[in-house]
């Protein structure tokens, strides 16, 4: 039987360990110390003030709060039963029958029969007891073999569909994470707009009371104001979503703290992405890819399985039976021993055309084998692309957020020597924050592009899962990773 393949997020190793009781062994496993550490992490998941909530943490909560994970545990654990329940026709079949009979025969011998003293031989009404205990032992059943593998194949697939669910999850919580905290950087880099805003607005109606400011700069100074609150309120909602989504998924309200990233320069992107063809190379680890290959062995074993209604079958039959009867010639202890020679020779072409669907099925199972491999290659090629433009795109905004500070200055003092207006201040404003923020998203979505990289190849780890909080917590400098 194919064993699942190896789907490490180390957190999922204290989840087995703690949580999961049902769809695991009872049995004691060595923790390595890095698991240790994701347990010791578990109570600061939600995070307290400053400090990032634990990404893994959250995971090994939603391993345990997710109903539809829950589900496909249990369905693993039924699935099990396949195969005992298979190699159970390989063993001997004991059954057991008895019953009780009354009769009223009026016939020839019960009738006609007469004895001197006016008897019948034979009793018209009856009696009887009988009971028999049976055993069958096949000797020779192709069919009865083959459906083991068939069990065999069909508890692998659901061990895979499991680990399918696993990452999937991995994914949904990866996602809300790191859209929450996305959400609190905008809303933190909203909310100093605001405050620099506020501050325009205020000198820029000072000024016009003074006379020396006209009401157009004013009004302008006002519409980006108000744009600004919409645009903090409109980070707020995506926030909340971002936290429902997560305690949905995981039970637990996590902690972002809503600020200003640090200096973003200092983001740094330590991982090489690498050759693409090494990359492509690995999606044959791919989840679905491995599912989609274990579903074509079931249809496999089960085409070897309606292959087998060709053979003959061959039963050992032992008996023990015991009639007792107010009849003496119905009274009987038997013991039989048989064997039995079942050859199939006509079914009206069943099996000929069950074979040929079983056939059907396995070319329709390779050609999902090759479409979830065609998309693995899809999305490692789509991921990397989208890596490779990441890097150039925060590189060029680097450039662009120290340029919009420096322009910043210079229209700042440009009003103040009367070179400058106010609205080329606000524009100049608006466009530096507006790169900022545009830089925080694209550092968010280099960490999802990343995390569906290594899932597209099978190879999600809780190293993966801290390196993205180690990304999102180095845009902050008031932000540290919970450990």
Do not use: C
């Amino acid at each position: 039987m194919t064993r699942m393949p190896r789907f490490t997020l180390s957190a999922l190793t204290i989840a087995v360990a703690l949580f999961s009781h049902v769809a695991f062994s009872q049995s004691d496993v060595p923790v390595d110390q890095q698991s240790l550490n994701e347990f010791e992490a578990l109570t600061d998941a939600t995070g307290e003030p400053g400090t990032l909530p634990s990404l893994p943490g959250l995971f090994v909560r939603a391993l345990e709060h997710d109903s539809d994970l829950s589900r496909q545990r249990f369905e693993l654990e039924a699935t099990r039963e396949e195969i005992p329940m298979a190699r159970s026709r390989l063993l001997p079949q004991v059954t057991a029958t008895g019953g009780y009979l009354w009769q009223d025969s009026t016939n020839v011998q019960t009738v006609e029969e007469i004895d001197e003293f006016g008897n019948t031989q034979r009793p018209g009404e009856i009696d009887e007891t009988y009971w028999q205990i049976q055993l069958q032992q096949p000797l020779f059943s192709l069919e009865r073999w083959r459906s083991v593998d068939v069990a065999g194949a069909q508890v692998s697939a659901a061990e895979l569909q499991l680990a399918v669910i696993e990452q999937e999850l991995a994914m949904q919580v990866s996602e809300a994470y790191i859209k929450a905290y996305l959400a609190a950087q905008r809303s933190g880099l909203l909310e100093a707009q605001q405050e620099s805003l506020d501050l325009q607005v205020r000198q820029a109606s000072r000024a016009f009371d003074l006379g020396v400011g006209n009401r157009v700069d004013l009004l302008e100074a006002q519409s980006r104001y108000d744009q600004a609150v919409s645009d903090a309120v409109e980070a707020e909602n995506e926030l909340d979503n971002a936290l429902s989504e997560l305690e949905r998924l995981t039970g637990v309200m996590p902690s972002f703290k809503s600020s200003s990233p640090g200096e973003l320069s200092s983001v740094t992107l330590n991982d090489e992405i690498g050759d693409v063809e090494q990359w492509l190379a690995r999606t044959g680890q791919n989840l679905s890819v491995l599912l989609a290959t274990e579903q074509q062995k079931i249809a496999q074993a089960d085409t070897g399985v309606r292959r087998a209604g060709y053979y003959p079958e061959l039963n050992l039959n032992l008996s023990y039976s015991d009639r007792s009867s107010d009849d003496p010639v119905r009274e009987s202890e038997d013991y039989r021993a048989g064997v039995e020679l079942s050859v199939p020779i006509y079914r009206g072409g069943y099996t000929n055309a069950s074979v040929r669907q079983g056939e059907r099925r396995i070319e329709a199972g390779q050609a999902t084998v090759d479409n979830e491999r065609n998309l693995a290659i899809q999305e490692v090629r789509r991921r990397i692309r989208a890596l490779n433009g990441g890097q150039r795109r925060l590189e060029a905004l680097n450039q662009a957020i120290a340029s919009g500070q420096l322009f910043l200055e210079a229209a700042e003092k440009g009003e103040q020597l009367g070179l400058r207006d106010l609205v080329d201040v606000l524009d100049a404003r608006a466009s530096f924050y507006d790169q900022r923020i545009q830089y925080v998203d694209t550092v968010g979505n280099y960490a999802l592009d990343m995390l569906a990289l290594h899932s597209a190849v099978g190879g999600l780890e809780g190293q993966d899962l801290d390196r993205i909080m180690a990304l999102l917590a180095s845009m902050s400098t008031s932000v540290q990773v919970a450990r």
